[in-house]
C-alpha cells in the first residue's frame, strides 16, 4: 500500500511539473499576430476616420514587447496613417524612420540579405525583422516625396524620387540572386536534415491544393524590372514642375516608361503628358495645369492556408504546413471625375494597380517560399517524433518534458509569415487638366464622394492627392502647389497664390 501512495504521488508530482512546464511554453508562444494587432487601426481607417485610427496606432508604434523585428512594418504603416490623418510632421518622422532601417540591406549582398531568412527555417519566419519588400520602399520614397512637396521642400521631395528609382534598380540588380541564395540555402538544410522536398512538390494532390490557393494571384502580371509607374510617373511630375529644359526632357523620358506599363486603354491621359513635355523641352511654354492622383481601396493583406502534406517519410508520412496567400479587398471606389467650373469633366484611368504590384513581387518569391515551409515543416517533424520516441523509451520526466515541448514547439512554429503594408492601395487612378478659367475644381468619386472646389494656381502645377479606403468613406485630400520657376504669367492672369511652393531645378 505505502508502495502504491508512493506511485500515486510521484505521478501526480510529475504530472503537475508536466502542466506547468506546457503552461510556461504556451506563454511563451506569440500573443498574436501583426494582422490581429492591426485590426482596431484598419477598422477606423477604412472608415474614413483617419484621425482615430492613429490615435489607435499610436500604442503600437511605442511597444517594444515583442521586440525590434517588426519596427520597419510599424513605421510604414504609421507614416501612411499619419499621412492620411493630416500629421504630416509624423508621417515624415515614420517614414525617415523606415528607410533608417531598410537602407543597411541596400548594400548587402543577396546571400546575406537572406541570412536570417535561411536560419529561420528551424523556427518560423515571423521571428526575422521584417526588411521590407522591393515595392515597400519604393512606395516609402513616393509617398515622402508627396510629404515634402506639400511642405514645400521640393529638394528632399527630388531626393526621395531619386531613392524610389534606386530602390527598383537595386532590385533589377539583386532579387533574382537574392531568391536563387534562399533555394540553395534550403536545400542545403533539405540535404544536411536527410530529406528531398521533390516528392512532396510533385504529389499530385498537394500541387492541386497549390494550384487552387495561389490560382488568383498567379494570374496577376504586374510591371516589368519591379517598376511602378506611380513612381515613375511622379518623376514626370517633378521634370515638368522643375520648367528646365533638361529636366522637362527627362520627364517626356518618365512619361514614355509610364506609357510603356500601362494597357492601352489606361494610356491616354499620361501619353499627353509625354507629348506636353516633349513641346515645352522644344521651347514651348508649359500651361497651369491640374492633375490629380485618387488612390482608391485596401491593397492585399496575407491569410493562413493550413493543410496536411505528404512527407514521404516512414517515420512522419504526413504533417500539418502553414502557407501565407494573398487576399485582395473587393471594395473600392473604381474611378472619379475631374470637373472644372464650368466646363467638360474629364474621367479618371487606372495609373497603377496596387494589387499586381504586390502580387508579382509575391510570385516571384513563391516557389521559394512553398519549398522553404515544406522543409522547415518536415525537419521540425522529424525532430518532434524523434524526441518523443525517446520518451517513450525512457519514459522519464526530463524525456516526457523534451517530447511535450516538441510537439508544443512544432505547433507554435506552424505558422505562416503574414505581415505585409496593409494601408497600401488597391489602385491608384489618374486625371489632368489644363487649369480652367473658373480657377477650381471639383472631384467626384464614383461612389458619389465629392471633393472640391479646389482653388488652382494660374502659374504651375496643382497636385491634388486624395485616399479613399472604401466607397462612401470620407476622403483624405492634400494639395499641393507647385509653381513653375521663372514663370511669367499674362497680363490677364492673377497673381499666384502666397502659399504656392517653388519648385527647384535638379
Known amino acids: 500500500m505505502i508502495q502504491i501512495g508512493r506511485s500515486t504521488s510521484t505521478l501526480k508530482q510529475r504530472s503537475t511539473r ?52 517588426d519596427r520597419t512594418l510599424y513605421a510604414l504603416e504609421g507614416g501612411a496613417i499619419a499621412m492620411a490623418a493630416g500629421n504630416r510632421a509624423e508621417s515624415v518622422r515614420l517614414f525617415e524612420d523606415a528607410y533608417a532601417r531598410m537602407r543597411p ?10 541570412s536570417a531568412e535561411a536560419a529561420a527555417i528551424l523556427t518560423n519566419q515571423t521571428v526575422i525583422p521584417y526588411i521590407g519588400t522591393t515595392y515597400d520602399r519604393i512606395m516609402e520614397s513616393v509617398y515622402q516625396a508627396l510629404n515634402y512637396y506639400a511642405m514645400g521642400d521640393a529638394a528632399k521631395a527630388g531626393v526621395e524620387l531619386r531613392r524610389a528609382y534606386m530602390w527598383q534598380k537595386d532590385a533589377v540588380e539583386k532579387r533574382a540572386e537574392e531568391i536563387e541564395a534562399l533555394e540553395k540555402k534550403t536545400a542545403e538544410a533539405a540535404k544536411k536534415n536527410s530529406f528531398d522536398p521533390a516528392a512532396t512538390l510533385k504529389d499530385p494532390t498537394f500541387d492541386g491544393s497549390m494550384q487552387t490557393a495561389y490560382a488568383p494571384t498567379r494570374e496577376m502580371l504586374g510591371y516589368a524590372d519591379f517598376a511602378i509607374p506611380y513612381a515613375s510617373w511622379l518623376e514626370g511630375v517633378a521634370g515638368l514642375a522643375s520648367n528646365q529644359n533638361n529636366s522637362i526632357a527627362q520627364a517626356k523620358v518618365a512619361f514614355d516608361k509610364v506609357v510603356g506599363m500601362l494597357p492601352t486603354s489606361d494610356r491616354a491621359m499620361v501619353t499627353a503628358d509625354a507629348v506636353l513635355a516633349d513641346k515645352a ?33 516512414r517515420q512522419v508520412p504526413y504533417v500539418g504546413a502553414a502557407f501565407p496567400v494573398l487576399e485582395f479587398h473587393p471594395a473600392y471606389s473604381n474611378g472619379f471625375t475631374l470637373e472644372p467650373e464650368g466646363g467638360t469633366a474629364v474621367a479618371g484611368t487606372v495609373l497603377t494597380d496596387m494589387d499586381a504590384v504586390v502580387a508579382k513581387d509575391f510570385n516571384l518569391k513563391l516557389p521559394a517560399i512553398i519549398t522553404k515551409t515544406i522543409v522547415s515543416s518536415a525537419i521540425k517533424a522529424v525532430a518532434t517524433y524523434a524526441a518523443q520516441n525517446a520518451a517513450n523509451q525512457q519514459n522519464n520526466n526530463a524525456a516526457i518534458f523534451v517530447a511535450l515541448a516538441g510537439a508544443i514547439y512544432q505547433v507554435a512554429t506552424n505558422s505562416a509569415d503574414l505581415r505585409i503594408w496593409n494601408t497600401l492601395p488597391k489602385q491608384v487612378w489618374y486625371a489632368r487638366m489644363e487649369r480652367p478659367a473658373s480657377g477650381s475644381v471639383t472631384l467626384t468619386g464614383n461612389d458619389g464622394v465629392r471633393v472640391g472646389p479646389v482653388a488652382c494656381i494660374p502659374n504651375g502645377i496643382t497636385l491634388i492627392h486624395i485616399r479613399t ?12 502647389r507647385l509653381v513653375y520657376p521663372n514663370y511669367v504669367a499674362p497680363a490677364t492672369v492673377a497673381v499666384a497664390e502666397a502659399n504656392t511652393i517653388p519648385i527647384a531645378a535638379e
Open 18 to 69: 508536466i502542466r506547468r512546464a506546457c503552461l510556461l511554453l504556451l506563454i511563451a508562444l506569440p500573443a498574436c499576430s501583426h494582422a490581429d494587432r492591426m485590426k482596431p487601426t484598419l477598422d477606423a481607417y477604412t472608415k474614413g476616420d483617419y484621425a482615430k485610427a492613429l490615435e489607435v496606432y499610436e500604442p503600437l508604434l511605442k511597444d517594444r514587447s515583442d521586440s525590434e523585428k
Open 281 to 313: 523641352a522644344r521651347g514651348g511654354s508649359l500651361p497651369p495645369l491640374v492633375m490629380v492622383i485618387y488612390e482608391t481601396g485596401m491593397g492585399p493583406s496575407l491569410k493562413e492556408f493550413k493543410i496536411q502534406i505528404p512527407l514521404f517519410l
Open 469 to 480: 479606403p472604401a466607397p462612401g468613406a470620407p476622403v483624405s485630400t492634400q494639395t499641393m
Open 105 to 114: 540591406y541596400l548594400d548587402e549582398e543577396p546571400d546575406v540579405r537572406i
